[in-house]
């Protein structure tokens, strides 16, 4: 019986659920107008939220990938030796 990683399985819990989160975040039409009208306010502290939602939107696509990446080499590395 082969043993299970749970380390990976974590890492990969946290990959979907990063890839899940920046879909949404992506496609709500709720932030999509929160986005357009901090675009269109001439405030600073507007500006520093729609910063921030661009932020927190590619560190959960690079999380994603980069965690998906590493569990394919880990996969591939377990399977040549």
């Not at 921030?52 to 590395?77: A, R």
């Amino acid at each position: 019986m082969k043993k299970v990683n749970l380390k990976l399985i974590k890492v990969f819990g946290l990959s979907v659920l990063s890839f899940t989160s920046y879909l949404v975040l992506n496609n709500s039409n709720k932030v999509n107008s929160i986005l357009f009208k901090l675009q269109e306010s001439d405030s600073s502290r507007g500006f520093g939220i729609y910063i921030s939602i661009y932020l927190v939107k590619w560190f959960l696509l690079i999380f994603g990938m980069v965690s998906l990446i590493l569990i394919i080499s880990k996969l591939f590395i377990e399977k040549e030796d």
